[in-house]
Nanobody, 127 residues
Framework: SQVVESGGGLVQPGGSLRLSCVAS????????IGWFRQAPGKEREGVSC????????YYADSVKGRFTISRDNAQSTVYLQMNSLEPEDTGVYYC?????????????????????WGQGTPVTVSS
């Protein structure tokens, strides 16, 4: 059972990227899903999370209006569309899945105790 991220890369400021996270080995539609990032020398922070049942979402203030989270339960995949990227968005982006709690709590307090974490995909925003 795992989640695997992809889609990271190097992009210029103002550009866009779409990250994907594919889940396998567990009932994806029963889990809240979140995207997190970690910049060099900083703690991991929640970027966006989505509820498993009603599709409600949470976004960090720094990405509101620029990033969009979505999920395709049939494909066991969650996406993060990132537009108007800024150098401050640089970091390793991780996908996580957890069956407990709210998406607000999931994103505000990332925990290594979540059920599943991916290995991360790096995003670099630079000219």
């Amino acid at each position: 059972s795992q989640v695997v991220e992809s889609g990271g890369g190097l992009v210029q400021p103002g550009g866009s990227l779409r990250l994907s996270c594919v889940a396998s080995g567990f009932t994806f539609n029963r889990y809240n899903i979140g995207w997190f990032r970690q910049a060099p020398g900083k703690e991991r922070e929640g970027v966006s999370c989505m509820d498993s049942s009603d599709g409600s979402t949470y976004y960090a203030d720094s990405v509101k209006g620029r990033f969009t989270i979505s999920r395709d339960n049939a494909q066991s995949t969650v996406y993060l569309q990132m537009n108007s990227l800024e150098p401050e968005d640089t970091g390793v982006y991780y996908c996580a899945a957890d069956h407990y709690g709210t998406v607000q709590a999931m994103c505000r307090v990332p925990s290594y105790l979540f059920d599943y974490w991916g290995q991360g995909t790096p995003v670099t925003v630079s000219s």
